[in-house]
């Protein structure tokens, strides 16, 4: 049986669709909208990022973090 998705089914990995190889943890306002209002990494079903890529926006968004470039989860 299939789950019903509302979150636009359509939708392809940014990415991949703008040919985006390498995520720049230094580019703060590419990898931003991938995280939530609480700083969180987004779940790669919401932002329909493919597992590839994904993979590397969590190492970007980590190295962020670290170079205090992105906020940590506060509270
Ligand atoms: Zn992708």
Redesign the pocket.
Known sequence: MLKKDNSNPTK??????NN?KDIDYKDVESIKPFTDSHARIMKHRRTA??T???RKLTLAIKRARFMSLLPFISG
């Open positions: 392809q990995c940014h990415f991949c669709v985006i990022t493919c590839r890529h994904q």
